[in-house]
């Protein structure tokens, strides 16, 4: 059984950092890429980072020069290194795996984190 664990969220002010992590394990099949996505209140659940095989990124333009996303060298844990945080930032934070099976493609998904950044 697939498992994905995050952590490292919580309450922040406005301008400062945070780090997610995101542990993947109980996968027999290939991750092809990890993304962390948001959901605010109200609003629909966005993609904010991806990483993909080989280490290429990818940012959603609201967040690119601030958040970093990342990957440990085992290939199952992502990072989201999130700095000069704004009060927009405020959501829960979902972290994401595609996983390449027998079927295709397989999205697995985190019990997401919160992070609000307060002003």
């Known amino acids: 059984q697939v498992q994905l664990v995050e952590s490292g969220g919580g309450l922040v002010q406005a301008g400062g950092s945070l780090r997610l992590s995101c542990a993947v394990s109980g996968s027999f099949f290939p991750i092809n890429a990890m993304a962390w996505y948001r959901q605010a209140p109200g609003k629909e659940r966005e993609q904010v980072a991806i990483?993909?095989?080989?280490?290429?990124?990818n940012y959603a333009d609201s967040v690119r020069g601030r958040f970093t996303i990342s990957g440990d060298n085992a290939g199952n844990t992502v990072y989201l290194q999130m700095s000069s945080l704004k009060v927009e930032d405020t959501a829960v934070y979902y972290c994401?795996?595609?996983?390449?099976?027998?079927?295709?493609?397989?999205?697995?998904w985190g019990q997401g984190t919160q992070v609000t950044v307060s002003s």
């Open positions: 990483i993909r095989r080989g280490g290429a990124t």
């Open positions: 994401n795996v595609q996983l390449i099976t027998t079927s295709g493609r397989d999205d697995r």
